[in-house]
């Protein structure tokens, strides 16, 4: 265990596609990281999402697009440990990783509402609370109502106010007010594919990666995943690996 990581305060854990990363997560994940007084967040790009489709850019990509984005934000740290592991990644075993890492440090897995709601689909999900706190954030379009199996795990959980996070190093669920932004990959793939430009919608720095890149191609390009495509938004945007 490393003794910098081991001592300090609570770091968050946001893991995702990022495909491509938006305003939605950086803001998100910029006032629950202050909202919840976390010392760092981890951005953690999935290598393999287990629970929904396959990341259309290609991961070399996703990450520079991350890097790019939190750059002059040294609390938003990148965290590319799912890439390096490939195969599944699954959110239990990279949390049992940190928890190693950080010895009893507070650990908060953040979750947007659609994420947490599928919890129930997860790989080894009703371990989650005994790796980390599990901070909630609400997203436009999705009810935060759990059902009765999520419920049921989470029942007796609910943290004060987010200053007991700090005091215990998982096990607790709190919900940080966050700004609402209805802004998602999948509606920026969209614009992408269909000649839009994501202006605004995501950091310029990622803007510039994207329509370099050209990596969420209309119809008309090659398809999205397959090696041309792959090759393609590597030599555009320089990126190697
Ligand atoms: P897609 O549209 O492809 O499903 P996404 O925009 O939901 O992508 P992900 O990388 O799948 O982005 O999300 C990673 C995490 O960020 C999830 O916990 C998700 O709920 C959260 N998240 C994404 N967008 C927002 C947003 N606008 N506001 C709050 N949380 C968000």
Redesign the pocket.
């Known amino acids: 265990m490393s003794a910098a990581l081991s001592q300090g305060g609570p770091i968050g854990v946001?893991?995702?596609?990022?495909?491509p990363v938006?305003h939605?997560?950086l803001r998100?994940a910029l006032e629950v990281l202050e909202g919840c007084g976390l010392e760092q967040l981890r951005l953690i790009p999935a290598h393999v999402p287990p629970h929904?489709p396959q990341p259309r850019a290609p991961a070399e990509l996703r990450l520079e697009m991350l890097r790019r984005a939190v750059a002059g934000e040294p609390r938003l740290v990148v965290d590319d440990r799912e890439l390096r592991r490939g195969g599944p990644s699954y959110t239990v075993d990279t949390l049992a990783e940190l928890r190693a890492e950080v010895g009893t440090r507070p650990l908060c897995l953040?979750?947007?509402?659609?994420?947490f709601l599928g919890l129930p689909g997860w790989h080894r999900w009703r371990e989650l609370p005994g790796l980390a706190h599990l901070v909630v954030?609400e997203?436009?379009g999705t009810r935060l109502e759990p059902d009765a199996v999520l419920a049921g795990l989470l029942a007796g959980r609910r943290s004060p106010d987010a200053a007991a996070l700090a005091r215990s190093s998982a096990g607790l669920l709190w919900q940080q007010p966050?700004t609402?932004?209805?802004?998602?990959?999948?509606?920026i793939?969209a614009l992408l594919a269909g000649g839009g430009d994501p202006r605004f919608l995501v950091p310029e720095a990622v803007r510039e990666l994207l329509m370099a890149s050209r990596c969420y191609p209309s119809i008309a390009g090659p398809a999205a995943g397959s090696k041309e495509a792959q090759r393609s938004a590597k030599q555009e945007t320089g990126i190697t690996g």
């Open positions: 946001f893991g995702g596609t990022f495909d938006h939605g997560h998100t929904r953040v979750l947007g509402a659609d994420a954030v997203r436009p966050v609402p932004l209805d802004i998602s990959a999948s509606a793939r």
